[in-house]
């Protein structure tokens, strides 16, 4: 089979140099409501697999359903993917939703404007500046609501920003510890029920899947890697302009297989 053939072509490559300016070639791919609903709803994960076809990463997903019964129909159970967007330049900010009420961004705004402002006053006016914004801003959140709201969009740079960024800066520290122990990663198991979250609680029309990291730790980054989902607006150009909506729960979503067992993903047997 031509699907397997291009997993095990990756898995020859994967702890090599090669490997790695694979996976520096983008920053995601994505998954389509219409594609989602072609799988059964009883799954419990999503099998993403990594594979190698012309020379060039290319990735397959497909329900455990399926894959279990070994039903393969491109394009109906089993989904052929390609990267988008170039990859974020490391000079850039991450990734942040740009829209008009997000509180978070507003905040931000309004302490580095005033920051900006009092650069050249003491560093006593410079702090009171600071907490005459916060105090501003804050006083805006006057209902639970508008609180819940603020601490989530916190959480949400928290639990999908940042891990994106690291991805960026430490990527290279992770390849190469990884390639060492032959690890570097084939295929991750992401719940079902977080793809339900974003095409059915969210109403997604797409799904935006990215590689993070989940901490930068001094020596080892063996479990760090993690497959994380946003939200996604095929009109936007530009990955600043993803809206993330995840909730706290996805922060650390998925299974990368190695180091995790892949006795349960089938197209690796």
Same mark, same amino acid.
């Given at each position: 089979?031509q699907?397997?053939?291009?997993?095990?072509?990756?898995n020859?490559?994967?702890?090599?140099?090669?490997g790695?300016?694979f996976?520096?070639?983008g &920053?995601g791919?994505?998954? &389509? !409501?219409?594609?989602?609903?072609?799988?059964?709803?009883?799954?419990?994960?999503?099998?993403?697999?990594?594979?190698n076809?012309?020379?060039? =990463?290319?990735?397959?997903?497909?329900?455990d359903?399926?894959?279990?019964? +070994?039903?393969?129909?491109?394009?109906?159970?089993i989904?052929?993917? +390609?990267f988008?967007h170039?990859?974020?330049?490391? !000079?850039?900010?991450?990734?942040l939703?740009k829209?008009?009420?997000?509180f978070l961004?507003?905040?931000?705004?309004?302490?580095?404007?005033?920051l900006?402002?009092?650069?050249?006053?003491?560093?006593?006016?410079? !702090?009171?500046? $600071?907490?005459?914004?916060?105090?501003?801003? =804050?006083?805006?959140l /006057?209902?639970?609501l508008?609180?819940?709201?603020?601490?989530?969009?916190?959480?949400?740079?928290i639990? *999908?920003?940042?891990? &994106?960024?690291?991805?960026l800066?430490?990527?290279? +520290?992770?390849?190469?510890?990884? *390639?060492? *122990?032959?690890?570097?990663?084939q295929?991750?198991?992401?719940?079902?029920?977080?793809?339900?979250? $974003?095409?059915?609680e969210?109403?997604?029309?797409?799904?935006? $899947?990215?590689?993070?990291?989940k901490?930068t730790?001094?020596?080892?980054? &063996?479990?760090?890697?993690?497959?994380?989902?946003?939200q996604?607006?095929?009109?936007?150009?530009?990955?600043?302009?993803?809206?993330?909506? =995840?909730a706290?729960?996805?922060?650390?979503?998925s299974?990368?297989?190695?180091?995790?067992?892949?006795?349960?993903?089938?197209? =690796? /047997?």
């Open positions: 089979m699907i397997k053939e291009e997993i095990q072509a990756w020859e490559i994967r702890n090599s140099q090669k790695f300016q996976l520096q070639a &920053s791919l994505t998954l &389509s !409501k219409e594609e989602f609903q072609q799988w059964n709803n009883s799954s419990d994960y999503v099998h993403l697999y990594l594979a076809q012309n020379d060039a =990463l290319c990735f397959y997903l497909i329900d359903y399926h894959d279990h019964a +070994q039903e393969y129909i491109l394009g109906q159970t989904f052929k993917k +390609q988008i170039p990859t974020i330049n490391a !000079k850039q900010q991450p990734p939703a829209q008009a009420n997000n961004i507003q905040f931000l705004q309004e302490l580095n404007s005033r900006q402002a009092a650069s050249n006053s003491s560093l006593e006016q410079q !702090k009171q500046s $600071l907490e005459e914004g916060c105090k501003k801003m =804050l006083d805006q /006057n209902t639970p508008a609180l819940s709201q603020f601490q989530q969009a916190v959480q949400n740079q639990d *999908a920003v940042i891990p &994106s960024f690291r991805w800066m430490f990527s290279p +520290q992770w390849f190469e510890e990884l *390639a060492q *122990a032959e690890k570097v990663v295929a991750f198991k992401i719940p079902f029920q977080d793809f339900k979250f $974003l095409f059915e969210h109403n997604s029309q797409e799904a935006f $899947l990215f590689f993070g990291l901490d730790p001094m020596e080892d980054f &063996s479990t760090t890697i993690d497959v994380f989902l946003t996604y607006d095929p009109s936007k150009k530009s990955s600043e302009e993803i809206s993330f909506v =995840l706290n729960r996805t922060a650390d979503i299974t990368p297989c190695p180091p995790y067992h892949s006795y349960d993903l089938p197209l =690796l /047997n």
